[in-house]
Nanobody
Framework: QVQLVESGGGLVQPGGSLRLSCAVS????????MGWYRQAPGKQRELVATIASGGSTNYAASVKVRFTISRDVANNTVYLQMNSLKPEDTAVYYC????????????WGQGTQVTVSS
């Protein structure tokens, strides 16, 4: 069982920055595809960014250039650096871990709120 715990959310003004962290139980960060998703009120959960076990990254078009996903395999942590935040980035951000090996293994964190407002 993989447990994910997000932190780093909060209230920030437009144009500001935040760094989210996802602490992962066990040595799974280098094995699973790790990702960040977000869900705004009244909307479906959407992909923000992923980092594969080999290190390749993928971003939603709306956050490319502004957000950076990274990982610290030794410390079992995944990060999401968010710069130039906009009000439309307001959402609950969730950490995700996925691995497909004979069957699909997928885990979610509890989420952390990010609010971008003046």
């Amino acid at each position: 069982q993989v447990q994910l715990v997000e932190s780093g959310g909060g209230l920030v003004q437009p144009g500001g920055s935040l760094r989210l962290s996802c602490a992962v139980s066990g040595s799974f960060v280098g094995i699973y595809t790790m990702g960040w998703y977000r869900q705004a009120p009244g909307k479906q959960r959407e992909l923000v960014a992923t980092i594969a076990s080999g290190g390749s990254t993928n971003y939603a078009a709306s956050v490319k250039v502004r957000f950076t996903i990274s990982r610290d395999v030794a410390n079992n942590t995944v990060y999401l650096q968010m710069n130039s935040l906009k009000p439309e980035d307001t959402a609950v951000y969730y950490c995700n871990a996925v691995r497909v090996a004979l069957r699909r293994y997928e885990y979610w964190g509890q989420g952390t709120q990010v609010t971008v407002s003046s």
